[in-house]
């Protein structure tokens, strides 16, 4: 089946760090979404994108919708510990697809 | 206000034996939805009910089967299951069911692990 591609797999930074991280896919999307996925929990919606181009933030996180609809990025400023998780992006033109996800591991 | 519940959370099986995950919600959704997450492949869409009464396929329906039991309840069964089938599995619901350039926001249950031996 269609998946997205995510980079990358695995980040490990120190906190205060700046992330960055990245879905791909050969089909273009309507929306494009990043959710957020805590152990042991389901995933949460972060922050949803309805437009080519657009930039949305969401507190320390800011996502862009592509323009060519074909990709989405999400920057994550200044991490702190509990920013640990998997994070999914997600697409969706008639139904919606996860990308393979993000482990983000944050050191003091 | 508990949004979407699952039971149980944990589950071993043996090949072969049968189980039925259950899935509710209290948010008057219409739409829920039945994803199994496994390591390095994202979450993917084993079935959904649009409506109350409606039940569809989705990516990977094989083995399983689904009951959307009144508005509130939809639950997933395996028949017979097989390693294969050791996964997470995850409900959701939405107001109503995404379609074309519109998106609605899924609500996700906190996840039943499932091992089958």
């Known amino acids: 089946g269609q998946q997205l591609n995510q980079s990358p797999q695995s980040m490990f930074i120190q906190e205060g760090e700046d992330v960055s991280m990245n879905c791909t896919s050969s089909?273009?999307?309507?929306?494009w979404l990043w959710y957020k996925q805590d152990p042991g929990e389901g995933p949460v919606l972060l922050i949803a994108?309805?437009?080519?181009?657009e930039l949305t933030s969401n507190g320390r996180l800011t996502a862009q919708f592509g323009i060519t609809r074909k990709d989405s990025f999400l920057n994550i400023s200044a991490s702190i510990p509990s920013d640990v998780g998997i994070y999914f992006c997600?697409?969706?033109?008639?139904?919606?697809?996860f990308g393979t996800g993000t482990r983000l591991q944050v050191f003091p | 206000n508990a949004g979407v519940t699952q039971t149980p959370k944990f589950q071993v099986l043996k090949t072969g034996q049968s189980m039925t995950l259950q899935c509710a919600q209290d948010?008057?959704?219409?739409?829920m939805y039945w994803y199994r997450q496994d390591p390095g492949m994202g979450l993917r869409l084993i079935y959904y009910?649009?409506?109350?009464?409606?039940?569809d396929k989705g990516e990977v329906p094989n083995g399983y089967n689904v009951s959307r039991l009144n508005k509130r309840e939809f639950s997933l069964r395996l028949e017979s299951a097989a390693p294969s089938q050791t996964s997470v599995y995850f409900c959701?619901?939405?107001?109503?069911?995404?379609?074309?350039?519109?998106?609605?926001?899924?609500?996700f249950g906190p996840g039943t692990r499932l091992t089958v031996l």
């Open positions: 948010m008057n959704h219409n739409s």
């Open positions: 959701a619901s939405s107001e109503i069911l995404a379609s074309g350039s519109s998106y609605n926001e899924q609500f």
């Open positions: 997600a697409g969706q033109l008639h139904k919606l697809i």
């Open positions: 009910s649009a409506s109350e009464g409606t039940t």
């Open positions: 994108l309805y437009k080519a181009g």
């Open positions: 089909s273009i999307f309507n929306t």
